[in-house]
């Protein structure tokens, strides 16, 4: 095992450290909140212990969570689909924009701007048009009257509006990973490629995309366990309604834990939504691996 | 000696480097640690620990040792009288005692309520803190967190200044746990200006009528009426002074006490009336993504006519560019029923003081000071309107706006009420109406669904 060739004192010197630390703020809490989970309790007084009730009322009988996790999961997804139009939008930025470098500096600009920031921007834009929104006044202005919603408060699309904007905000982020990895493919392995026929997407398909799975993969892994733990746009947004309508996981966790006070059934919310990140990093990373595999 | 110093820069580098590592995995891969870090006790001494750790000096039984005591409390803003009257009263008595600090911990009210109820979780809460009467404070007082204050109260004739009964919502098994900043009952605020646009002549007497003046507003594009409903306790408000006057008081203690359930027609009817105004366009478009700070603003800034809620806005509206325009009206009869002098009350927020203490009777006594005097600057400081306690003095001559006098005018005219939702249900039960009221704002429901979704809510949770 000791490729590395060194003591055992250096290796504990190096990875002790990190690994207490890792203990102490990941797992210990991760394993308290499994606990609490089993408990009936309101955060103040005694607690009682009830077993697996939390996790079976959960499962069976709440009408809020599985919605939750639905809303959750298609917000992963739709985080996952926006990667490749990054990846595209890099290589059309790195093949036909001479200062590319600027641009991607443009689209990042949203994800150093504080949630809060996008949110309160977004919201006015959201705004119905009495109240100054932009996007229903610029609707009727070009006679779309009839396309004009309470973007927000539509219980039915709220959570769609929502997302766009984590998108919005999150595409330069991604973008820039893209353009980043794009830019170190070397380019004499293009012009070989050109001598040998392989041109435009042809080169994208054989030697671009290959090159760039393990940048690909990273960014995928980001968006998705990013937005399984989205809460501060839609706390700021909307605030998880009206009604459930745009509660996801980790919003649900936060009104039962602390507005209904019940810390146990909120932490076991929680331990449910650390396996979910559990079994989809091991999935994806799984699939992941073969697509590597395929593509070298 | 050139090469060792070099190691243990590279030691040191290497360390830093771990650390910053740790955190990447931390905040990267595991969103769990954070998110259940706020739910699991491990996690709460951390964010806690500045506020609540009382100095480290000995306990000290003799009044010469120095003696840092931390008060908690809900008044950030700088521009509020309160804010005013607390730091007043606070650098009188830090002169008077200079042995005493007292080191505030000011947040604004949800901040306070959550930061609390974490302490609360590793039994930490600061010298003194703040809680919401009645249901709200249940749980820290069976968790013997608070302190009784009856002997408190008895020096300085200081319980004989609160108005009677009031103290009653902060008292449990004949004890008193907190006292209150302040007493308020919930009027409907409107805009004399627009009400004269709209031709609407005096302020409506029955439901029917502010349905129909709420047309009629609506029709000029006024926004009839302001709300924040992001912030869902204000839809709560509104709602449960349709039941007051459907059911008469006690509804709520009728359905802890089993005579009652939410069932009762009493409830279907009033959710109807409440859905009737919605329907009639009684609020902004998009209420529910509207906060209770925004809401506020569209009355203040004269884009609604109407604004319902506690009399402790009296301050800031008169402050505001309508204020002159503004008066005030006492909820109307729904359908015949219901007794106008029958108003949601407001008894305030509480100061209590920790059981955990270590000074406590240091507390005590600056706790007795400060209330005792709270009254009297508040007056001078023009924010009479809404005060605990019983005190003398001439508005009028004192300065005080029309505004401010009529409410005060409806305040002589209380006969009984209720409370709050969230302040007689336990608190899972008042998240689950909440919710289903907020739901209204968006979709027509039918009542008995509504009724149907608070009587289970009620049943899964009135155990605990």
């Not at chain 1, 499962?59 to 689909?81: E, G, N, Q």
């Not at chain 2, 620990?49 to 950030?76: H, R």
């Not at chain 2, 967190?145 to 008292?171: E, R």
């Not at chain 2, 209204?440 to 149907?452: E, S, T």
């Amino acid at each position: 095992m000791n490729v590395l060739k060194v003591s055992a004192l250096t290796l504990g010197v190096f990875v002790l450290p990190a690994l207490i630390i890792y203990i102490c703020i990941v797992f210990i809490p991760i394993v308290v909140s499994f606990y609490t989970g089993m408990l009936d309790w309101n955060g103040i007084g005694e607690a009682k212990f009830v077993g697996f009730d939390n996790f079976h009322n959960l499962l069976f009988h709440d009408k809020v969570f599985w919605p939750a996790v639905r809303r959750t999961l298609l917000y992963a997804v739709a985080s996952m689909i926006e990667i490749p139009f990054c990846l595209m939008m890099a290589v059309l930025l790195n093949r036909y924009v001479r200062k590319g470098n600027t641009l991607v500096s443009i689209y990042f600009t949203p994800v150093i701007l504080s949630v809060v920031i996008i949110g309160q921007l977004w919201k006015t834009i959201y705004n119905p048009a009495s109240l100054g929104g932009m996007l229903n006044q610029a609707l009727t202005t070009f006679g779309l009257d009839s396309w004009t919603h309470t973007w927000l408060s539509e219980p039915k699309i709220a959570i769609y509006c929502i997302f766009f904007v984590s998108l919005w905000q999150y595409f330069g982020y991604h973008l820039l990973i893209q353009f980043t990895g794009v830019q170190n493919i070397p380019s004499e392995i293009y012009e070989a490629a050109k001598i040998d026929g392989a041109d435009g997407f042809k080169a994208d398909r054989y030697i671009t995309f290959p090159l760039i799975v393990p940048i690909f993969k990273i960014s995928i892994v980001l968006a998705f366990i990013g937005s399984l733990q989205s809460f501060d746009m839609i706390w700021i947004m909307t605030g998880g309604g009206p009604g459930n309508a745009t509660d996801v996981l980790a919003t649900y966790m936060y009104k039962t834990s602390f507005n209904s006070q019940q810390f146990g059934y909120g932490s076991a919310i929680a331990s449910f939504l650390v396996i979910l990140c559990l079994v989809f990093t091991v999935a994806i990373n799984t699939v992941m691996n073969r697509v590597d595999k395929k593509f070298s | 000696m050139e090469t060792k110093a070099k190691k243990a820069l590279a030691v040191a580098v290497a360390g830093a480097l771990s650390l910053s590592l740790a955190a990447c995995g931390s905040s990267n891969n595991n969103d769990n640690s954070g998110s259940s870090a706020g739910s699991s006790p491990s996690s709460s001494a951390t964010s806690s620990s500045p506020a609540s750790s009382p100095a480290a000096s000995s306990p000290s039984a003799d009044s010469g040792k120095k003696v840092k005591l931390t008060f908690q409390n809900i008044y950030p803003d700088p521009n509020t009288p309160t804010y005013k009257t607390l730091h007043q009263l606070i650098d009188q008595y830090q002169k008077d005692h200079p042995n005493i600090t007292i080191e505030l911990d000011t947040l604004n009210t949800d901040q306070q309520k959550l930061k609390l109820k974490t302490q609360a979780n590793s039994k930490e809460i600061p010298d003194i803190t703040m809680v919401n009467p009645a249901a709200q404070m249940k749980p820290f007082v069976d968790a013997n967190l608070f302190v009784p204050l009856n002997d408190m109260l008895d020096q300085n004739g200081l319980k004989d200044t609160y108005q009677s009964g009031l103290l009653d919502y902060y008292s449990f098994n004949g004890n008193t746990y907190a006292l209150p900043d302040g007493n308020n009952i919930e009027v409907v605020y409107y805009n004399k200006d627009l009400f004269q646009q709209a031709g609407i002549s005096a302020p409506p007497t029955t439901f029917d009528e502010l349905l129909a003046d709420v047309k009629a507003l609506k029709a000029k594009g006024i926004i009839p009426m302001a709300i924040g409903e992001k912030d869902t306790w204000t839809g709560s408000f509104i709602f449960m002074n349709i039941l007051l006057r459907t059911n008469g008081p006690g509804f709520l203690q009728d359905v802890a006490d089993g005579k009652k359930t939410f069932e009762d027609p009493a409830f279907t009817e009033a959710v109807q009336r409440f859905q009737d105004l919605i329907q009639a366009g009684a609020f902004e478009d998009g209420a529910t993504s509207i906060d209770a700070d925004t809401g506020r603003s569209l009355f203040t800034t004269g884009k609604a006519a109407m604004y319902m809620l506690g009399t402790w806005e009296t301050g800031s509206i008169d402050a505001s560019p309508v204020g002159p325009k503004v008066a005030a009206f006492q909820f109307p009869t729904v359908d015949g029923k219901g007794d106008v002098n029958q108003f949601m009350l407001a008894p305030g927020t509480g100061y209590a003081i920790a059981a955990n203490s270590e000074h406590i009777q240091e507390a005590k006594d600056f706790l007795n000071y400060y209330c005792l005097n709270f009254p009297k600057v508040q007056f001078e400081n023009k924010n009479a309107v809404g005060l605990p306690q019983k005190v003398d003095g001439d508005l009028k001559a004192a300065g005080y706006s029309d505004l401010a006098i009529s409410v005060m005018d409806l305040f002589s005219k209380v006969n009984g009420g209720d409370i709050s939702f969230d302040n007689t249900m336990n608190p899972a039960v008042s998240q689950a109406h909440l919710t289903s009221l907020q739901n209204l704002f968006v979709q027509k429901v039918d009542p008995a669904q509504v009724a149907k979704e608070h009587q289970s809510a009620y049943d899964a949770n009135k155990d605990k």
